[in-house]
């Protein structure tokens, strides 16, 4: 096996190697082999050694203790927690849980170079109890640099598998963790971890993080940065990864399959949750530079699938990439500043990826029943780009402040409310079947190049605002009886430029029900009119209309001091040009 390979290494090379059958333990089982192991690990010299303990025994024990630069080789051993603890043993005030091993150093005074590798670690949880939090902890490692657990078999914790306080330079890897009521692998406040190939199942969680709120120095709370988290499986009944305030972290290449036991659905819990802790004092510095990249959850949640919720900071950097979910509540909850891209999120019927922004935020080339953005809490004024996203319904804000480019997405509605300004919507694929396509209610807006195809009851295209651009977009459809693009009341200097509509409801393709606006470059075909004019000190310029099933262009009462001229009215099914206002000036129309 790896583990024994191991030792054989380090006995070739001359390492101390201390063998725990010496001492004559108890391999059976029957009563408790703590002390003979503790004296097996007081025999190493000051410098380390391998202890290396009898294949095929069954040791009951507790709370040894490892002393700096020990590696454990225990493949093919099975260690089971009980008999009593080893003479001289006391519980660090920072920790008085139960463990197999133990390794504790102090602040100031770390210990160096623990390896635990191999062996069978069997807890005191009372079967199908998932619930009732005990005090074991299978292995316990404080303040110790250069950390290693692998190949291990750790079972029946009721609290955690495995948990490591203010460490660095820590490497988890290849362990087989399950029915454990808390954690599988647990971290407080370290630095430089490696967690990868590890299985976890009928656990609360795969992996736990948290600030180490030290007792045996004055409470001090010490946080985290550089962690990885790879190619783990996860099968949990809580949030497989739970991190509160993590920096410089990043989770790739997960699988997730969330599970029920008695009293616990891991299907309502979020899967990846990235959120400040729920007691714990707020660092100088938390929840910094982490990405969540290419993770996948399998089953359907009733929950969110990933969440962060860094708040606090700002730009704080969280990027969720190419992750997938299925959920039929919400695939994404996100409140930070970074980049969500690539994610495949399904199942859900409204919200599916929800992000406020804190700085600068990039959503792109998802795929999600709807997008939603807004303002996160004191935060305001945030750059949020949407680009290339495949959307089954929404692209919508709630937010008055941000800075926002819509672009090159696909989607059925672009939604965005009173009082958000220069929003650019650029090149958009928009397939309409509901109220209304783009509905652009703020001042500034920039409406360009998008393909409509409309066969909904509300206009494709609707602007309320003052000094907006509406240039170069194809319409294609019904809009019911409503325009293809409807200028409200109150639109003021607006731009209608180089727009292709093909209107087959009964509605105008353009309706002007605002004032001083210039309407240049546009061919329609169809509608009832092919411009409406409700509004004044409207210029209609170098159109071409064709098709309407009535008026090609027509001016209604009250609709004054326009100005029509070298536009062309083709076909017109009644009048090409119905002058019902007054100061209209019209000149060099053709129609035929």
């Given amino acids: 096996s790896t583990a024994q390979a191991a030792a054989n290494d380090a006995i070739k090379l001359g390492v101390a190697s201390v063998y725990v059958s010496d001492q004559s333990p108890d391999i059976t089982g029957a009563t408790s082999a703590s002390q003979a192991i503790q004296d097996a690990v007081d025999l190493l010299p000051a410098s380390g050694g391998v202890l290396v303990f009898p294949k095929a025994a069954i040791l009951l024990c507790k709370n040894i203790r490892l002393t ?27 920790n008085t849980q139960t463990s197999i091993f133990t390794a504790w150093g102090e602040v100031g005074a770390p210990l160096e170079s623990i390896r635990i590798l191999g062996g069978e670690y069997e807890g005191p949880r009372v079967s199908t109890d998932w619930t009732t939090l005990g005090d074991v902890d299978m292995i316990q490692i404080r303040w110790v640099n250069n950390v290693e657990v692998a190949y291990t078999k750790i079972h029946d914790a009721d609290q955690d598998g495995i948990e490591i306080k203010s460490c660095d330079f820590v490497s988890i890897h290849h362990n087989f963790i399950y029915d454990c009521v808390d954690a599988a692998i647990e971290f407080r406040g370290c630095n430089s971890v490696s967690v990868h190939n590890n299985r976890a199942l009928r656990c609360a969680n795969l992996f736990m993080y948290k600030d180490h709120v030290d007792a045996a120095d004055s409470n001090t709370q010490h946080g985290g940065s550089g962690f990885s988290i790879y190619n783990n499986f996860a099968q949990c009944f809580h949030s497989a990864f739970l991190l509160n305030w993590p920096n410089k972290t990043r989770i790739y290449d997960n699988t997730i399959a969330p599970l029920v036991v008695t009293g616990q659905d891991g299907l309502s819990r979020v899967q990846i949750d990235i959120v400040k802790h729920p007691t714990l004092a707020a660092p100088v510095a938390g929840m910094l530079d982490i990405t969540v990249e290419n993770n996948h959850i399998i089953g359907t949640l009733t929950t969110t699938g990933f969440r962060a919720l860094g708040d606090l900071y700002s730009p704080s950097n969280i990027n969720f990439i190419r992750n997938s979910v299925t959920s039929t509540y919400r695939g994404i909850e996100y409140y930070a500043a970074g980049v969500i891209e690539g994610n495949v999120l399904y199942g859900a019927v409204t919200s599916d990826l929800i992000a406020a922004s804190t700085g600068t935020l990039i959503i792109a080339r998802n795929t999600s029943h709807d997008i939603t953005t807004g303002d996160a809490a004191s935060h305001t004024g945030a750059r949020v780009t949407v680009e290339s996203n495949t959307v089954g319904s929404s692209i919508k804000t709630t937010s008055t402040t941000c800075k926002m480019v819509i672009r090159l997405n696909t989607c059925v509605t672009i939604e965005l409310p009173a009082g958000l300004d ?34 909904a009851t509300g206009a494709a295209i609707r602007v309320a605002g003052v000094n907006c651009f509406v240039d170069g977009n194809t319409i294609t459809g019904t809009s019911g009886s409503q325009p293809s693009i409807d200028l409200r009341s109150g639109c003021f200097y607006a731009r209608v430029t180089n727009n292709n509509i093909t209107n087959t409801g009964t509605g105008a393709a353009i309706l002007v029900t605002a004032s001083k606006c210039l309407i240049s470059g546009n061919k329609t075909d169809g509608g009832n009119q092919s411009i409406k004019l409700l509004g004044d000190y409207n210029k209609v310029t170098s159109n071409w209309f064709k098709d309407s099933t009535y008026q090609g262009i027509k001016i209604e009462t009250g609709s004054d001091n326009g100005v029509i001229e070298h536009n062309t009215v083709e076909s017109a099914g009644g009048t090409a040009i119905e002058d019902n206002g007054s100061g209209t000036t019209k000149a060099s129309n053709q129609t035929f």
Wanted: with cysteine; charged share 10%.
């Fill in 68 to 94: 700096s630069n020990t590696t454990v080789i225990a493949d093919g051993c099975k260690f089971v927690v009980g008999g009593a603890s080893p003479s001289g043993f006391s519980a660090s005030s920072d």
């Fill in 422 to 455: 220069g929003v650019e919507i650029l090149s958009n694929t928009i397939a309409h079947t509901g109220n209304i396509a783009i509905s652009a209610d703020g001042d500034n807006q920039i409406i360009k190049g998008n393909s409509i195809t409309s066969a």
